[in-house]
């Protein structure tokens, strides 16, 4: 089975104050698009963070509608789940419907957790939807109604896996999708943090699956590399914070063989601006070869400089936020 895994899209981001809108329809429609035509996947996966905020723009919405909607078309099945970002409720409207054009979604915890079955030439792959969910939204079916033991999320999810696990026959091949922070795994600034390490998932919550497909970390990673038990995050299409300006995005073409062995690699996205932090004078980045790229400047004189900005907009940064 031949498996693209995305996350993160953050559709309705802006990156200080000027919208990333154009950007996300230049990298879906474009290259994401152009790499599902080249490898003609089994399936998609989108592990969260389909949005930016709750309650996304309008432009957000019709954008990720074209981009199912071309999936769809193809015939491909696209496996969803929410993000730490997204509103659980609305992203869910017309799930059950949409799941008879395979298109499946879960948003919430669900008391008896299901197992999406996809078919290839070897037979059945299981796949566990895992959404982002608080350790309250647990609670009363962990713990009951009168205790006040404290959850972590590594609790939850131990025990939502083990429920998922219980529909997946030994021996079979099996795929997780969870959007979660897990243990050792390196986060960017464009990210919403935590305090602490309530949040962290251990790894060994997912060593029953052949691959691992995790969002909520933007830097794409491999956690564990064994072939028989892959964790990945694929990590943004976009590079989100001046943070992430080294980063190479992209998202992970992922494929399982009969025997359950999996391989994993990133399939780079090339973006219409690049995210980009140059530093020196204002008098030597003026000279600089004039860029469209996000620029952050960061300005080494010593001496007060006038107009700055309005300086490096006008010669070698057009783009200068």
């Given at each position: 089975?031949?498996?693209?895994?995305?996350?993160?899209?953050?559709?309705?981001?802006?990156?200080?104050?000027?919208?990333?809108?154009?950007?996300?329809?230049?990298?879906?429609?474009?290259?994401?698009?152009?790499?599902?035509?080249?490898?003609?996947?089994?399936?998609?996966?989108?592990?969260?963070?389909?949005?930016?905020?709750?309650?996304?723009?309008?432009?957000?919405?019709?954008?990720?509608?074209?981009?199912?909607?071309?999936?769809?078309?193809?015939?491909?099945?696209?496996?969803?789940?929410?993000?730490?970002?997204?509103?659980?409720?609305?992203?869910?409207?017309?799930?059950?419907?949409?799941?008879?054009?395979?298109?499946?979604?879960?948003?919430?915890?669900?008391?008896?957790?299901?197992?999406?079955?996809?078919?290839?030439?070897?037979?059945?792959?299981?796949?566990?939807?895992?959404?982002?969910?608080e350790p309250t939204d647990m609670r009363e079916k962990i713990l009951g109604d009168d205790s006040t033991e404290k959850l972590t999320a590594d609790d939850v999810n131990k025990f939502y896996i083990a429920e998922a696990?219980?529909?997946?026959?030994?021996?079979?091949?099996?795929?997780?999708?969870?959007?979660?922070?897990?243990?050792?795994?390196?986060?960017?600034?464009?990210?919403?943090?935590?305090?602490?390490?309530?949040?962290?998932?251990?790894?060994?919550?997912?060593?029953?699956?052949?691959?691992?497909?995790?969002?909520?970390?933007?830097?794409?990673?491999?956690?564990?590399?064994?072939?028989?038990?892959?964790?990945?995050?694929?990590?943004?299409?976009?590079?989100?914070?001046?943070?992430?300006?080294?980063?190479?995005?992209?998202?992970?073409?992922?494929?399982?063989?009969?025997?359950?062995?999996?391989?994993?690699?990133?399939?780079?996205?090339?973006?219409?601006?690049?995210?980009?932090?140059?530093?020196?004078?204002?008098?030597?980045?003026?000279?600089?070869?004039?860029?469209?790229?996000?620029?952050?400047?960061?300005?080494?004189?010593?001496?007060?400089?006038?107009?700055?900005?309005?300086?490096?907009?006008?010669?070698?940064?057009?783009?200068?936020?």
């Amino acid at each position: 089975m031949r498996i693209i895994h995305t996350a993160d899209w953050h559709l309705g981001k802006t990156l200080k104050n000027t919208s990333l809108i154009d950007e996300q329809d230049y990298i879906l429609n474009g290259e994401f698009m152009k790499i599902v035509d080249d490898v003609q996947p089994d399936a998609v996966i989108i592990a969260g963070d389909v949005y930016d905020r709750g309650v996304p723009p309008v432009d957000a919405v019709n954008l990720f509608d074209e981009i199912i909607f071309k999936l769809n078309e193809k015939k491909i099945p696209i496996l969803c789940i929410s993000g730490n970002h997204d509103s659980a409720s609305r992203l869910n409207f017309g799930g059950r419907l949409l799941a008879q054009a395979k298109f499946f979604i879960t948003t919430k915890p669900q008391d008896n957790p299901a197992s999406i079955v996809l078919e290839d030439n070897f037979g059945k792959v299981y796949f566990s939807l895992i959404p982002f969910f608080e350790p309250t939204d647990m609670r009363e079916k962990i713990l009951g109604d009168d205790s006040t033991e404290k959850l972590t999320a590594d609790d939850v999810n131990k025990f939502y896996i083990a429920e998922a696990r219980k529909k997946i026959p030994i021996g079979k091949r099996s795929v997780a999708v969870a959007h979660l922070f897990v243990t050792g795994g390196v986060s960017s600034d464009s990210e919403r943090k935590f305090v602490g390490t309530v949040e962290n998932v251990d790894k060994k919550n997912f060593s029953a699956y052949n691959y691992a497909a995790l969002g909520h970390l933007h830097r794409q990673q491999t956690l564990n590399k064994d072939s028989q038990n892959f964790i990945r995050y694929s990590g943004s299409p976009l590079k989100y914070s001046f943070g992430e300006a080294n980063h190479i995005k992209g998202v992970t073409l992922v494929e399982i063989d009969g025997e359950g062995n999996v391989t994993a690699q990133n399939i780079k996205l090339t973006p219409r601006h690049d995210v980009q932090v140059v530093k020196g004078t204002v008098a030597e980045l003026c000279k600089l070869p004039r860029s469209e790229n996000f620029i952050h400047a960061q300005i080494e004189d010593m001496q007060n400089v006038l107009s700055a900005a309005d300086r490096l907009r006008e010669t070698s940064c057009p783009n200068l936020l």
